[in-house]
C-alpha cells in the first residue's frame, strides 16, 4: 500500500502494482508511479468510471512510458464521479507531475 496526501491535508490509500500486472475491476483514482530506489515519482495523476477500459488504451501512457512508468497505484472507489474528481483535484494540487496538463 501507499499513501497520498493531498494539498486539503486528507490521505489517500492506494494499491502498488507494478505496471505490467493486471488492471483491476471497476473505478476509482490511479497515478502512473516512476519508482527509483524507494521514492516514487508521481506522473500522471487521473480519476476513472472504468479502470480496465481507460488503462487499455490511455493517452498518456506514451509520456509515462517515457518518463519511466514502471508502478501504477490504484484506489478503488464506488462509482461516485464527484469523490473521484475531488480526490484527483487534491492531489494535483500537491503534486507535479510530467504528463497531466
Request: aromatic letters at 10%; one cysteine or more; charged letters at 20%.
Amino acid at each position: 500500500m501507499a499513501t497520498w496526501r493531498g494539498k486539503s491535508g486528507q490521505t489517500y490509500e492506494y494499491t502498488v502494482q507494478s505496471a505490467t500486472e493486471n488492471i483491476p475491476q471497476g473505478g476509482g483514482n490511479y497515478i502512473f508511479i516512476r519508482l527509483e530506489g524507494n521514492t516514487w515519482y508521481p506522473l500522471y495523476i487521473g480519476e476513472t468510471q472504468n479502470f480496465v477500459a481507460r488503462l487499455s488504451a490511455h493517452d498518456k501512457i506514451p509520456c509515462a512510458r517515457q518518463n519511466g512508468l514502471n508502478e501504477i497505484h490504484y484506489h478503488t472507489h464506488n462509482g461516485n464521479e464527484q469523490a473521484r474528481r475531488a480526490e484527483e483535484q487534491d492531489l494535483l494540487q500537491n503534486y507535479r507531475t510530467v504528463c497531466n496538463g
